[in-house]
């Protein structure tokens, strides 16, 4: 497993070298506490424009664009953080 950080901007991020199965690979991610976790493999990488962003909280994926992933995780890490109004 690597361990990273985007250019010093807040995004820490892990990779898993190991052959597992993808179903393995999202289970670790959720016992870690991954709030988001981005697929690709070889292929994407020489053929698509765009990567799977998959939010684990709701489940939901989306494809954004390379060039905006990394502004995509922060605005969406951003609206976690923000403090709501209570009672």
Do not use: C, H, W
């Not at 250019?7 to 670790?28: V, Y």
């Amino acid at each position: 497993i690597s361990v990273g950080r985007d250019a010093g901007r807040g995004i820490s991020s892990e990779m898993d070298f190991e052959i597992k199965s993808l179903n393995a690979q999202m289970r670790l991610a959720n016992k870690k506490g991954a709030k988001f976790v981005v697929i690709l493999n070889d292929a994407d990488l020489s053929v698509k424009k765009s990567i799977v962003v998959r939010d684990m909280s709701n489940k939901t994926q989306e494809d954004i664009s390379r060039n905006d992933v990394v502004k995509y995780l922060l605005s969406k890490l951003r609206l976690l953080e923000k403090p709501t109004l209570s009672d």
